[in-house]
């Protein structure tokens, strides 16, 4: 048999099978709704074809905006939902695709002699195995239940890698028909750098791997020179960023009109204080990278990974040193990368982890099938048993077909504001970010303005808000001038005082609050600090509090917040019960304070030892004598 038929024979059913089993478990526990983070602000970008935060990620938008208009749910973040679920369904039908190449037509030799048939069916069964733990790998999972680019980005990249192999190795013996898959790498790769710039990690270990595979004689570099054509064009995709900011939509992150607003967008420049920012972050990083590992991989895969290292460094040291750079280069970027939602930067790593366990479990059914009466059911069956045991671990962890709480936390907001209303808040995670998609995409409570105080640092979002809100800030525009001639100085990286930025923003913050308070209800989230707010009265009203320039007592509603059950797998749930609680105790101090009684101190403990069993100050005032 030919070595395309080989490679054709019993592909596309376990490939079929892999996409099956992964979709349906995906929709089982996908997201119902907006997720934390970014959820609400990108679903918004899709479905209004606007600019999304660094980098951008034109690609995503695009085929999010695609995405968005298909008859395939009931509602635009249900369709993007899916997208995500379909996209990490497809990433592991490549990864298959990719570790059942290498066995095939790789110099990974038999521990034991087999016939062709016995070693072919191996070979399947463990790419299928391994593709299953990998799309049952807790991170990898969680990818695929909400908007997120990281979908896509893990796609893009499984996309990458199994082209690169079909080129390499399946495709080595036809030059014309190599040079085309290798092209078509290339302008994939491309096309990844336009949704996720870490694809960038992908070029040290494939650039190396490449060079020693085609050993730079002259074919090599031509195929180089023509490969680099090839990902330029990919790479034009982020020319979307610039024509679409010319047209001011919203959301229109970064206002990227000229050639340095987009270099300063597509490079993450506001992100770079984070970047090797400490050592000691980095261990701290790297510490909890390696501590989660094994849970990650559900415990069997790590041991299989471990032997299947030992598998390459006898059997094919190149891909050995190929993926350990990989592996090496997603590491180091990830752990001195200082923010707190970093496990989807390290999905490279994750992805090398499941493969050496792909090889590994190759090894040990060649050693079953070559020891047992052949059994085709039995190395099946064994074939998935990490998988199996990844997804009996890790569904109740990661099940997120109950989660409402971003949804109902957003809600609950908005009703605590009257009509008309201007809000001051960075609660980007729990509910700003949302607000972007319950608004602009599906119209609710349009006549609140939602102003994210810590975006205001930015000039183009102040640009934003006077595009949306014309009126309430024209009171103000003296003071926003005066922040923006110093935030300019920052932007354009020439000498500035920190303390006079600083200064000025307060100032512009306050003129606004002031301002706006002439002709609407003012309202803050408790995070918001009180030089933001200077001389006036906070009261708490919902999940907020609303301002007052006198200090009598005003009579705000009992908070009483309608939500679903908070599921223990929703991540940031534990601290949205708190917010809830929080605004409780705050609405029953105040009262307690006035000298309002009734309802007072009592019900709120009990609202908020209700939303949040476990929090600390509301068990403490209950065990108060006046509270019983």
Not at 453 to 459: F, G, N, V
Request: charged content about 15%; overall charge positive.
């Amino acid at each position: 048999m030919s070595r395309l038929g080989t490679f054709r024979t019993a592909s596309w059913p376990p490939a079929a099978l892999v996409l099956l089993l992964t979709g349906a478990v995906y929709l089982l526990t996908l997201t119902p709704g907006v997720g934390f983070i970014d959820s609400g602000e990108l679903a918004a970008v899709c479905c209004r074809l606007g600019v999304a935060h660094p980098t951008g990620y034109p690609l995503f938008t695009l085929v999010g905006a695609l995405a968005a208009r298909l008859p395939i749910g009931p509602e635009e973040i249900v369709r993007l939902n899916r997208m995500a679920a379909l996209s990490c369904s497809l990433a592991a039908v490549l990864f298959f695709l990719t570790v059942r190449s290498l066995l095939l037509f790789g110099p990974i030799h038999g521990a034991v002699h087999l016939g062709h048939r016995q070693r072919l069916f191996c070979v399947t069964a463990s790419a299928v195995g391994g593709a299953l733990l990998l799309a049952f790998s807790r991170t990898f999972w969680t990818q695929a239940l909400g908007v997120e680019v990281y979908s896509l980005h893990l796609l893009l990249l499984s996309a990458v890698i199994y082209l690169f192999v079909r080129a390499a190795y399946v495709e080595q013996d036809d030059e014309g028909r190599a040079t085309s898959w290798w092209l078509l790498c290339s302008f994939v790769l491309g096309l990844a750098f336009t949704n996720h710039m870490t694809t960038i990690l992908l070029l040290p270990g494939l650039l190396i791997w490449f060079v020693v595979l085609q050993r730079w004689g002259v074919r090599a570099r031509k195929i180089f020179a023509a490969g680099v054509v090839s990902g330029l064009a990919g790479l034009s995709l982020y020319l979307y960023l610039p024509l679409r900011a010319a047209g001011d939509p919203v959301p229109g992150w970064g206002h990227v009109t000229t050639l340095e607003r987009l270099l300063w967008h597509v490079s993450g420049k506001q992100y770079r204080v984070w970047i090797f920012s400490s050592s000691d972050a980095a261990l701290r990083q790297l510490s909890a990278f390696l501590n989660g590992l094994p849970a990650e991989v559900a415990y069997t895969g790590l041991p299989l990974a471990l032997l299947g290292l030992l598998v390459l460094w006898r059997s094919d040291r190149t891909l050995f040193w190929a993926t350990i750079i990989l592996w090496v280069s997603c590491v180091l970027y990830a752990i001195n990368y200082e923010i707190h939602d970093i496990a989807s930067y390290f999905l490279l790593a994750y992805w090398c982890v499941a493969l050496w366990g792909t090889i590994g479990l190759y090894r040990v059914l060649e050693w079953l099938a070559g020891r047992l009466t052949w059994s085709g059911p039995l190395i099946a069956s064994v074939a998935c048993i990490p998988a199996l045991v990844a997804l009996l671990v890790q569904f109740p962890r990661v099940d997120q077909s109950e989660n409402h709480t971003v949804e109902d936390y957003t809600r609950a907001m908005f009703a605590s504001f009257d009509s008309n209303a201007v809000v001051l808040s960075y609660q980007w995670d729990y509910w700003v970010s949302a607000s972007y998609y319950y608004q602009l995409v599906r119209n609710l409570r349009t006549d609140v303005t939602v102003i994210d105080k810590e975006l205001l640092r930015r000039s183009w979002y102040i640009r934003e808000v006077r595009n949306r809100f014309p009126s309430l800030l024209a009171a103000s525009r003296a003071e926003i001038d005066a922040f923006l001639v110093e935030l300019q100085k920052f932007e354009q990286e020439r000498p500035y005082q920190s303390a006079v930025i600083q200064a000025r923003f307060e100032g512009m913050i306050n003129a606004i609050v002031r301002n706006a308070l002439s002709t609407h209800p003012v309202y803050v989230t408790g995070e918001i600090e009180p030089e933001f707010t200077v001389q006036l009265q906070r009261v708490p009203w919902g999940l907020a509090y609303r301002l007052f320039r006198d200090s009598t007592f005003h009579d705000s509603p009992s908070p009483e917040f309608k939500f679903r059950p908070i599921p223990e797998s929703a991540e940031m749930g534990p601290i949205v019960r708190r917010f809830y609680s929080n605004a409780a105790l705050a609405w029953g101090e105040y009262r307690f304070r006035s000298g309002k009684e009734e309802p007072g101190l009592k019900h709120a403990v009990e609202l908020a030892l209700l939303y949040d069993p476990a929090h600390p100050a509301a068990q403490k005032l209950a065990r108060r004598p006046l509270i019983r």
